[in-house]
């Protein structure tokens, strides 16, 4: 078990290190964005390779970024019905549809992303929009986020095995205990009925 908390922490790293990084990718698409816009309006002059630039970085930021999101368990959940749940009931939840339904998607989709990618870089595949940018940088992100979020849902089976066994502290514990449904619930307005 040493060897795969060992290659867990490996991959938080990597995915650690990209998603922390990947945010500056958001202001330069703001700025082409801006750029690109205030072009348009002054001059009359627009590009579809700037908007496609544009489409290129959010995708980017999307896709490597999601790994990070799992990470740091931020990805959607019911909190309302998941703070019903034990703890140990929550991880179980958290391990199972890690292997039964995360890890089966990802890596079909990495498996099929491989050769669209290589036959789109092979022919040199170009967008269909006039002044339109060279496609394959942007499928490549596709195959690179789904590969970073094969690999980080496999750190998070690993961690959540540890967790149940009890080698590790739960590292998405924080000190702080999360509110009780009746805690959430005494700070929502009462409704009256008529």
């Known amino acids: 078990?040493?060897?795969?908390?060992?290659?867990?922490?490996?991959?938080d790293r990597i995915n650690e290190f990209i998603g922390r990084n990947i945010a500056w990718l958001?202001?330069?698409?703001v700025l082409i964005s801006a750029g690109n816009a205030t072009i348009r309006k002054m001059f009359d002059i627009s590009s579809n390779a700037w908007l496609e630039?544009?489409?290129?970085?959010?995708?980017?930021?999307?896709?490597?970024?999601?790994?990070?999101t799992l990470q740091k368990n931020e990805h959607i959940r019911i909190d309302f019905i998941s703070n019903m749940l034990t703890k140990r009931?929550?991880?179980?939840?958290d391990l199972v549809c890690h292997i039964v339904f995360l890890l089966p998607f990802t890596i079909l989709i990495t498996y099929l992303a491989?050769?669209?990618?290589?036959?789109?870089?092979?022919?040199?595949?170009i967008s269909a929009n006039a002044g339109g940018l060279i496609l394959w940088p942007a499928k490549i992100m596709v195959l690179i986020g789904f590969?970073?979020?094969t690999l980080q849902g496999f750190s998070e089976i690993i961690k959540r095995w540890a967790v149940i066994r009890g080698i590790?502290?739960?590292?998405?514990?924080?000190?702080?205990n999360p509110p009780s449904v009746?805690?959430?619930?005494?700070?929502?307005?009462?409704v009256h009925g008529k």
């Open 1 to 11: 078990m040493r060897g795969l908390l060992a290659l867990s922490r490996f991959i």
């Open 26 to 29: 958001v202001l330069a698409a």
């Open 53 to 68: 630039v544009q489409w290129y970085l959010f995708g980017t930021v999307f896709l490597l970024a999601a790994a990070y």
């Open 89 to 93: 009931t929550r991880d179980w939840i």
């Open 114 to 125: 491989f050769p669209w990618v290589l036959k789109s870089m092979n022919s040199g595949e």
């Open 147 to 149: 590969t970073l979020l």
């Open 168 to 176: 590790i502290d739960d590292p998405m514990e924080t000190h702080e």
């Open 182 to 190: 009746e805690e959430m619930l005494k700070g929502m307005p009462k």
